[in-house]
């Protein structure tokens, strides 16, 4: 508490982007102004280069989203751009403020603006032209139906974990103060995010109609090849023996996140259901995660 108050970037921007007063506005609006009531979908054209779309990785942070990227990045068919915000510009134009109806009642022509605002801040940070691009950014969680208006084919992959050890690491990670990382400075304030992030998410995704892969993150690291070879059969991708290499390629790509130097050690398990180690510290949390442990069928002890 005493660091986030004497911190001069310890408090979260409640609405910005992802912001908790956002994401309760958002909620509200999903609720009352779910997609079948929009305009017609964005239905993709395979003759518009800006109809195509990405894979989008997302995940609460510390779920597991920078070992999947580095192990798709060892596929030669796949590249992985993390960590940007490609939905920026097309997020302020049509979600932030008062601008939500308009999201709802976009014509084609704005579809194809808004798509087209996309795909070029995707492309300038492109380094090949590999048939898969994964768009990886652990938050776009919150704009699944951001995702769904533009690309409504796009599939996701969609990271899980343990919500108290997801927690538990935001709490202990250090992360740079911005966007939603001031939140992680405060266990409760981290329980209270997951609740309100998950909430938005899985309202988004009782809605959407993209493709979604769960992929849990205990079964990623206790038997990853069978992971990841659910994951290209989902993405329609074989097989490839150099995604087992995944780490000593990693040692050749700048890896811009606070998960760099696990996802660069052999695969451990050491972290599954580290929360027991300080039950009593999350007790006091069960009103927030607790019904998100039983949604996604974790152990309860």
């Not at 305009?39 to 800006?50: Q, R």
């Not at 603006?113 to 300038?124: E, G, I, P, T, V």
């Not at 992680?184 to 959407?208: G, N, P, Q, R, V």
């Not at 989902?234 to 023996?241: G, K, M």
Request: charged share 20%; aromatic share 12%; hydrophobic share 40%.
């Amino acid at each position: 508490a005493l660091l986030r108050e004497q911190h001069p970037l310890g408090k979260p921007v409640e609405d910005g982007s992802y912001g908790l007063a956002t994401i309760d506005q958002l909620q509200h609006w999903l609720g009352i102004n779910p997609p079948s009531g929009w305009t017609a979908p964005a239905k993709e054209n395979p003759g518009d280069p800006y109809s195509q779309p990405p894979v989008f990785l997302v995940g609460f942070p510390r779920s597991g989203t920078t070992l999947m990227d580095q192990a798709l990045s060892a596929h030669p068919d796949i590249e992985v751009l993390e960590e940007y915000e490609f939905f920026d510009e097309v997020r302020r134009s049509w979600v932030d403020g008062n601008a939500l109806q308009s999201l709802a009642q976009m014509s084609p022509k704005d579809l194809q603006l808004a798509r087209q605002q996309y795909h070029q801040a995707l492309q300038a940070r492109r380094l090949s032209n590999k048939a898969c691009v994964v768009d990886k950014l652990p938050l776009n969680l919150l704009y699944l139906f951001l995702i769904h208006r533009l690309f409504p084919d796009a599939r996701i992959l969609f990271m899980q974990r343990d919500p108290r050890d997801v927690c538990l690491s935001c709490f202990f990670q250090s992360f740079d103060l911005q966007g939603a990382m001031p939140y992680f400075l405060d266990l409760k304030k981290t329980a209270d995010y997951y609740h309100a992030a998950m909430s938005l998410a899985h309202k988004s995704l009782e809605l959407i109609s993209n493709p979604v892969f769960f992929q849990r993150y205990e079964s990623l690291v206790t038997d990853f090849e069978a992971a990841l070879r659910a994951i290209l059969k989902f993405l329609d991708l074989p097989w490839n023996d150099e995604i087992l290499q995944y780490r000593q390629k990693s040692q050749h790509r700048v890896i811009d996140t606070p998960s760099y130097q696990q996802v660069t050690r052999p695969l451990y398990q050491d972290s599954i259901a580290r929360w027991r180690h300080f039950s009593a510290q999350m007790e006091p949390l069960q009103t927030q995660l607790g019904p998100w442990v039983e949604f996604f069928n974790y152990p309860v002890k």
